[in-house]
Nanobody, 120 residues
Framework: QVQLVESGGGLVQAGGSLRLSCAAS????????MGWYRQAPGKQRELVAS????????TYAESVKGRFTISRDNAKNTVYLQTNSLKPEDTAVYYC?????????????WGQGTQVTVSS
């Protein structure tokens, strides 16, 4: 099992920045990829950014490219999402996600979410 705990959300004005953190514990050596998703009221959860733990390659949603950066600190078992130039439409609950592989078994874990609110 993997446990994920997010932190760093809050209220910020448009144009501001926040750094979200996701600390992983448990069977961390099984994690192959981690990502950040968000869900705004009345909308489906969507992928914001993801990172491959081994190679470090990243992907981003078009709506956040150039503004958000995902990174990892393997020594701290933590993944970060640096969010810059925030817009009101970035307001959502942000969830950390991990994908683990043990043999042929794949499992997905989620954190509890952290609220990001961007005021205009």
């Amino acid at each position: 099992q993997v446990q994920l705990v997010e932190s760093g959300g809050g209220l910020v004005q448009a144009g501001g920045s926040l750094r979200l953190s996701c600390a992983a514990s448990g069977n961390i050596f099984s994690i192959t990829a981690m990502g950040w998703y968000r869900q705004a009221p009345g909308k489906q959860r969507e992928l914001v950014a993801s990172i491959i733990i081994g190679g470090g390659s990243t992907t981003y949603a078009e709506s956040v490219k150039g503004r958000f950066t995902i990174s990892r600190d393997n020594a701290k078992n933590t993944v970060y999402l640096q969010t810059n130039s925030l817009k009101p439409e970035d307001t959502a609950v942000y969830y950390c996600n991990s994908v683990s592989k043990v043999g042929n078994a794949v499992s997905v874990h989620w954190g509890q979410g952290t609220q990001v609110t961007v005021s205009s």
